[in-house]
Each structure stands twice: as structure tokens, then as C-alpha cells.
């Protein structure tokens, strides 16, 4: 069984409603799911969604999932590996990429500035 996305043509994405903090992020941490649909219970689907981070945000713990991430730094700033007072790490900059296969250990995330992420999530097809 496959979950496909649906056909969408270009259109204009409202950027000041539906976001929501997604199960295990802090407040100033909001999704907004822009395709698909990521069913992690059965393992299945693909989604697509941006992520954004308020200023001065941070996690506090690495994250670790079942499913391929790829992820596109669209605006502002990302810092990776801080520790849990959301010191140091790795800052980059727009126009920056990561692809992790599942099971792969990411983060803890912050942001100085506020940042909009693009990322895509599917698991692998049997």
C-alpha cells in the first residue's frame, strides 16, 4: 500500500494561517503541512511541509526518525548541534541542504534570526 500526494498546481501558499507546533517541538517551533500525508504509525506516505523557527528558538535533545528527511534552509539562520541551552553548533546560512536517511541522529536546532525550512518526509517503498 503507497499514500500518494496529490496533484497540485503552482498556487499561493497563505503564509499567516495553519501552522501549528508539531508533538515534541518547543513554542516558536510551527509546521505547516503543504502536501502528502506522513502516516508513522503504519509507515507509510510522504509529506512535504515548511518549518519554521522564531527567533531565539532552540531544541534541547537530537531527534532521530523511521522515515528519509530532506531538508532545504529557504530563509534565515540555522544553527545544528547546539547543546540543551541552546549553545553552540554549526550556523548556516540560506541556500543550504541536508538528505538524511532514516534512523540518522540530527540536531538539537536553534535559530538567531527565525528561519523557514522546507522538508520532505517518506519512507522507503517495498
Given at each position: 500500500m503507497t499514500i500518494d500526494k496529490?496533484?497540485?498546481?503552482?498556487?499561493?501558499?497563505?503564509?499567516?494561517?495553519?501552522?501549528?507546533?508539531?508533538?515534541?517541538?518547543?513554542?516558536?517551533?510551527?509546521?505547516?503541512?503543504?502536501?502528502?500525508?506522513l502516516d508513522e504509525t503504519n509507515?507509510?506516505?510522504?509529506?512535504?511541509?515548511?518549518?519554521?523557527?522564531?527567533?531565539?528558538?532552540?531544541?534541547?535533545?537530537?531527534?532521530?526518525h523511521d522515515y528519509w528527511e530532506e531538508v532545504y534552509l529557504v530563509s534565515g539562520d540555522l544553527t545544528v548541534g547546539n547543546n540543551a541551552n541552546g549553545e553552540g553548533g554549526t550556523s548556516f546560512s540560506p541556500n543550504t541542504y541536508a538528505c538524511r536517511p532514516p534512523g540518522v541522529s540530527h540536531g538539537p536546532f536553534k535559530s538567531e534570526q527565525g528561519c523557514i525550512l522546507l522538508e520532505m518526509h517518506y519512507y522507503d517503498q517495498e
Open positions: 496529490e496533484h497540485k498546481e503552482f498556487h499561493a501558499i497563505d503564509m499567516s494561517s495553519g501552522w501549528q507546533t508539531p508533538d515534541g517541538y518547543p513554542a516558536g517551533i510551527e509546521q505547516k503541512i503543504i502536501a502528502g500525508f509507515k507509510l506516505g510522504n509529506r512535504t511541509r515548511l518549518l519554521r523557527f522564531a527567533p531565539g528558538v532552540y531544541t534541547q535533545e537530537p531527534f532521530v
